[in-house]
């Protein structure tokens, strides 16, 4: 990469990071996309897809397959600490998950991909909004992005705090869970603290709830299987001499298998039915299932291992563990074949993690993370006559 698109990336990704927007209301970092794709000379541009979402086409020099580039453009609620010099102008609202690095790197392909057409076929760029929500990769998808742009395989990056800079995370096995939010609310008709015995007790229906819930991992889920139950929230009552009509709890169900998320919904039902039995409350369970696991197919994993190896060496591959956290590029994953990498954002004891106050996205790796998806969208470009046959 040129000396003067480095700088004008890192000028790009710091200006996308002065100005963060919450999912769902990224109109002006999708303007801030839109002008710069189309100085950088990509062939179509599409605004508004699923929200702010776009989507860019770059043709190459003949006809054949397609596949998609995938990066995230929301930030989160949350007040920066960095004191940088490019810290968000706006209160309680920052880019705390590399987003805004997401983006640069996924702009920085298409400088590349624009500069030097690939061989054959077309590059999708994807800028999805939403991510934070879960909500944005599915209204892409609702909104026609798959039968518009049908691609073989899409390819995507999240910057990873705690593995060394620029270095990159390849999974063959599920590596971001799936994410399932529940409410369960147990209802009674309230009563004198003095006479519990006239009334029905929701908070000793809670108290139930909380301790009986652990036991679903630990009881029922194969030991095989990596699951995680935990409540967020509790609420309930006011007056120690009142017992209320109501205690409400949220919380999440995350997991890596389908089999096993149908169980983590079976199970918490059956524990809050149960319990509310037991106890004479009528219980209301709100179960909303959210991003399904992030799961690589092994073909486009094994391309990708092939880019890195071939154009940094097989010591810029390093193994890490995989995450209870979600991604809804897990529902983009599930649609079409593709991978999903981390690249390392720096490690050490001065590394902040995603989502807090004093984290920032490195600059160093945005070169880096740029040709990777450049290179992984020519290698999958040039390596795939099948689709063009199949075409014919
Ligand atoms: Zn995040
Ligand atoms: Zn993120």
């Known amino acids: 990469m040129q000396e003067r698109d480095k700088e004008r990336l890192i000028a790009f990704r710091q200006e996308l990071h002065r100005y963060p927007e919450l999912s769902c209301q990224e109109q002006q ?82 400088l590349d991909l624009v500069k030097t057409r690939p061989a054959r076929g077309q590059v999708i760029l994807i800028f999805q909004p939403a991510e934070e929500l879960g909500t944005g990769a599915p209204a892409m998808i609702k909104d026609g992005l798959l039968e518009r742009f049908p691609m073989q395989a899409v390819f995507g990056l999240h910057n990873w705090p705690g593995v060394e800079a620029g270095a990159f995370v390849l999974h063959d096995v599920p590596h971001m869970a799936s994410s399932d939010d529940f409410e369960v609310c147990f209802h009674s008709e309230g009563g004198h603290g003095a006479m519990p015995h006239l009334t029905t007790d929701p908070i000793v229906a809670a108290g139930l709830f909380v301790t009986a819930v652990q036991q679903v991992v630990s009881r029922n889920v194969d030991p095989e299987n990596i699951a995680v139950i935990s409540l967020g929230s509790l609420q309930s009552g006011h007056a120690s001499n009142i017992i209320p009509t109501t205690a409400r709890m949220k919380g999440t ?87 999903y990498v981390w690249i390392g954002n720096g490690k050490g004891s001065d590394a902040p993690a995603l989502h807090q106050p004093d984290y920032d996205f490195n600059d160093d790796i945005l070169e880096k993370g740029s040709d990777f998806l450049a290179g992984v969208a020519r290698h999958f470009l040039d390596n795939n006559d099948q689709v063009l046959d199949n075409n014919d």
């Open 29 to 110: 970092t999708a303007q801030r996309i839109v002008t710069m794709l189309q100085q950088s000379g990509v062939d179509e541009v599409h605004e508004s897809i699923g929200g702010h979402g776009i989507v860019a086409v770059i043709h190459g020099r003949q006809p054949g397959p397609t596949v998609g580039l995938r990066a995230d453009i929301d930030a989160l609620p949350l007040q920066e600490m960095t004191g940088l010099a490019h810290r968000s102008a706006h209160a309680n609202v920052m880019h705390a998950c590399g987003h805004d690095g997401h983006t640069a790197m996924l702009m920085g392909a298409a």
């Open 253 to 339: 169900a995350r997991c890596f298998k389908p089999d096993v998320r149908q169980q983590l919904e079976r199970r918490v039902r059956e524990v809050a039915e149960g319990i509310a039995r037991a106890c004479g409350c009528d219980v209301t369970l709100d179960y909303s299932p959210s991003t399904p696991a992030v799961v690589n197919d092994s073909t486009c994993t094994k391309l990708c291992r092939e880019v890195i190896e071939a154009q940094w060496g097989h010591e810029h591959l390093v193994s890490h563990p995989i995450s209870m956290g979600a991604d809804d590029m897990g529902y983009l994953l599930e649609a079409v074949p593709g991978a």
